[in-house]
């Protein structure tokens, strides 16, 4: 509903939340790698269209050389070395952990800063979940 994307709706969720487990993956004492998923709804074709041509402008600017980002679309030709089946797709649905469409945007730390930029200017009205790639996959979309 119109009302859940307005919760939604935060500018950008930083979810940087580190547990205090002791059950921490080899290599997740720091974080490496970061992902944004911008949200949009199902049911409205002009938010869809709207993620469309933001995951089309992600695409120009690593492909200008300008980042280096992976997000559906983003293949081995562009980032050599790039294994292009382990690339999400567009999803234009619910799935898993995530309640509306989206699209996922990898993103190495190195990187931070010009995907930051970039989003603010060109996100548009899209919702972005943000967060670490960190200890736990449930923990990084929730906490």
Avoid at 26 to 49: A, I, L
Avoid at 98 to 124: C, K
């Amino acid at each position: 509903s119109e009302t859940a994307m307005e919760h939604l709706h935060i500018l950008i969720v930083l979810l940087c939340c580190f547990c205090a487990s002791a059950d921490v993956k080899p290599g997740h004492d720091m974080v490496k790698e970061y992902h944004m998923h911008p949200y949009f709804f199902q049911t409205n074709s002009q938010q869809e269209k709207e993620a469309l041509r933001l995951r089309d402008a992600i695409i120009e600017e690593v492909a200008a050389g300008n980042m280096t980002v992976v997000c559906d679309g983003v293949t081995s030709d562009i980032v050599p070395g790039l294994d292009d089946n382990s690339v999400p797709g567009f999803r234009a649905g619910p799935h898993g952990l995530h309640p509306v469409g989206d699209f996922q945007i990898w993103i190495p730390r190195e990187y931070l800063p010009e995907i930051m930029s970039f989003m603010m200017y060109n996100r548009g009205t899209l919702s972005v979940l943000f967060h670490p790639l960190g200890k736990t996959e449930l923990l990084d979309h929730t906490e």
